[in-house]
Each structure stands twice: as structure tokens, then as C-alpha cells.
């Protein structure tokens, strides 16, 4: 079993192996956390022999057409990509035409406006409209952490984003789309929080990551179990099998780890592997 667990490390090309749980551990989480991590990595844990199998389905990813709609924290996710020692079985471009999906592909580009999230969705319709929807196998528009506001009403952005998503499978049904969370960051040093809240107060990293909680908690409710979803706050949280939290009106809401950021927003050397690993197996799932 340790052999396993080292030959995942060396495949995720990790710069430690934070993310590793003990073996037994892993197997009590497997069989009682559907969050421990993904589906693929369980199985892997529970059954070796899958480990082919997970080498087939990355294989068979790389055979595919992608495409990847983003602003800054998905190019964190694409370099970290970058770092895998299975990115060689991947055709990267950010430089695509129409004609670029006649073959297999990760297309990615940078859309839309920061903080008007509005304005990704409908460029990245746009985008599989204007010559590239019926060729792709699989798409998927991140939306960032600045898109999620103070005033941001959550539920017309949720019903934008719904009624975009269907518009684009009803006009090319035999593409898949990957919903994404919406990223998370850290919050001021633990005191900071603790003492505002014992005043009745909260500081405003606290309250917009509560708000992008909601909200993703608001899309998984829509499409978990039902169609392809990357928790990417979940991860972003995640560490040593622990949640980075803070209590908030009584509740545990998820920020980004610190392990996993070098500004409190987007995702340091470490924080990119280890996400685009998660990215790659949600990916791998789809197959």
C-alpha cells in the first residue's frame, strides 16, 4: 500500500505529500468521507489494481477536446497543470481557432470582466457559439473570488448561469460541462475574526467568503450527483484531511489555505499542483 501511495505522489509530482492521509486512515475516510477526495482516488485506495486504470483514464482524457474559460486563478490551475508529470500526455494551448479542435486539445483562455461574472458566462456562450461548440467534448467556466461582492445577488447569478449552461447544451447536446465552485481565500490572522465576531462583527473577508459558501453551496445543491461538478473551495480548504474554517453566525465556513497561497487569493508553487491534480481526476471522472 505505501508503494501505492508513492507512486500517486510521483504521478501528481507533488512538492510534498501533504495531501497524503495514513493509510488506515484513509481507508476509514474513503468508506465514511465522500469528501476525503475524489471518487478515482478512493477506489485507488481501495483496489490497487485500479492504479491502470487511473493511468487509462487520464490517457484517454488527453484524447479528448477541452476547453477552459477563466480569469486568474484558473491560470494558477493550468500552471499547475504545467508541473504534473502527466501534462506531457496533454496538447496545451491558449492560442485556438476552431480549426485547433480537430484534433485533441486543452484550449484555455482568459474571459470576461473581473467582478461582473455576468459578462463571463455570456462570452464563454459566445466563445462555444462562435465555431468551437460542436467540436468540443467537454468546457468549463470558472468564475473568480472578486466576482462574489457585497451586493452580488446570488441567486440571479445562479439563474444566469443555469439558464446559460442549458442554452449551451440544448444548442450542442453532445458536449459536457464541468461546473466549478467558486474559489475562496484566506482570512486575516485567526484573532482578528475571533475578536470581531465576540463583538458582533465580522471582518469583510469573513462575510464575502460566507457569501461565496452560499452560493457554491446553492450550485452544488443544483448539480452534485446530476452533472459533472469541481469543488475547487472544497479543495482550496482542504489539508492533512482537516478544513481551514472560520465560525461564522454559528456556522463553519471554508477559506483558502494558507499551505496553498502566497497573496491570500491566488494558489502559490504548491497550492497549483495540487489543485490541478484534483482538477485532472474530476476531469478523469467524466470519462
Request: glycine share 4%.
Amino acid at each position: 500500500m505505501q508503494q501505492l501511495y508513492f507512486l500517486l505522489w510521483k504521478l501528481s509530482n507533488h512538492e510534498s505529500p501533504i495531501f497524503m492521509p495514513r493509510t488506515a486512515e484513509c481507508l476509514r475516510m474513503a468508506e465514511t468521507d465522500s469528501h476525503c477526495c475524489t471518487r478515482l482516488f478512493c477506489s485507488i485506495i481501495m483496489n490497487p489494481e485500479d492504479m491502470d486504470h487511473l493511468s487509462a483514464l487520464i490517457h484517454r482524457l488527453a484524447e479528448k477536446k477541452l476547453f477552459f474559460a477563466h480569469q486568474s486563478v484558473g491560470f494558477d490551475l493550468m500552471a499547475g497543470i504545467e508541473k504534473l508529470d502527466f501534462k506531457r500526455e496533454f496538447n496545451i494551448t491558449e492560442n485556438f481557432d476552431a480549426g485547433t479542435f480537430s484534433k485533441p486539445v486543452f484550449a484555455h483562455q482568459r474571459i470576461g470582466t473581473n467582478r461582473n461574472p455576468i459578462s463571463k458566462i455570456h462570452e464563454f456562450v459566445k466563445v462555444l457559439d462562435n465555431g468551437i461548440g460542436a467540436s468540443v467534448d467537454i468546457c468549463f467556466v470558472k468564475l473568480c473570488y472578486v466576482d462574489i461582492e457585497p451586493q452580488t445577488d446570488l441567486d440571479q447569478l445562479l439563474n444566469s448561469y443555469q439558464e446559460a449552461m442549458e442554452k449551451v447544451l440544448k444548442r450542442f447536446p453532445e458536449l459536457t460541462i464541468l461546473h466549478c465552485t467558486v474559489p475562496i481565500t484566506t482570512v486575516r490572522p485567526a484573532w482578528v475574526p475571533k475578536l470581531k465576531s465576540l463583538a458582533g462583527k465580522y471582518t469583510t473577508d469573513v462575510k464575502l467568503n460566507e457569501k461565496r459558501e452560499i452560493y457554491n453551496n446553492k450550485l452544488r445543491k443544483l448539480y452534485n450527483g446530476k452533472e459533472p461538478l469541481f469543488d475547487l473551495a472544497r479543495w482550496e480548504s482542504y489539508v492533512n484531511n482537516k478544513d481551514s474554517t472560520v465560525k461564522i453566525n454559528n456556522r463553519m465556513i471554508p477559506v483558502l489555505h494558507s499551505k496553498y497561497t502566497h497573496d491570500g487569493g491566488h494558489l502559490n508553487s504548491l497550492g497549483r499542483q495540487q489543485l490541478a491534480r484534483q482538477l485532472i481526476f474530476s476531469l478523469a471522472e467524466i470519462i
